[in-house]
């Protein structure tokens, strides 16, 4: 798990700085013409926001990862920091595909 220093630092960054050090740990990818350019995880067509709002929803990881068997526990970790660091991107996301 992440120190609570580190986080603290962590989320002192930019967000391009946050993208950046996410894109590192390859874990999250943001392609213009993939998914809309919305966050997704590693090089799969699966949307954070998409899981964050099954997350909200009650959904557990272990049905998450039993609905994508290509994702691990990392990949929702990664998610979930994800979405905790970008929070109004991932909300907008859910709130626009609710519209549709």
């Known amino acids: 798990m992440i120190t609570k220093e580190l ?3 962590l989320m002192k960054l930019s967000p391009e700085e946050k993208t950046e050090i996410i ?3 390859d874990g999250i990818n943001k392609t213009p013409k993939v998914v809309g350019g919305a966050a997704r995880i590693r090089n799969t067509r699966i949307p954070v926001w998409s899981l964050f709002h099954s997350h909200q929803l009650g959904t557990s ?3 998450i ?3 994508h068997p290509e994702l691990t ?3 929702l970790m990664n998610a979930w ?3 905790e660091t970008f929070p109004d991107e991932i909300e907008q996301a859910i709130a626009a595909n609710e519209a549709d």
């Open 7 to 9: 986080r603290k630092e």
């Open 81 to 83: 920091f994800y979405a």
């Open 61 to 63: 990881d272990l049905e």
């Open 23 to 25: 894109q590192l740990l």
């Open 65 to 67: 990862l039993e609905a």
């Open 73 to 75: 526990q990392t990949d």
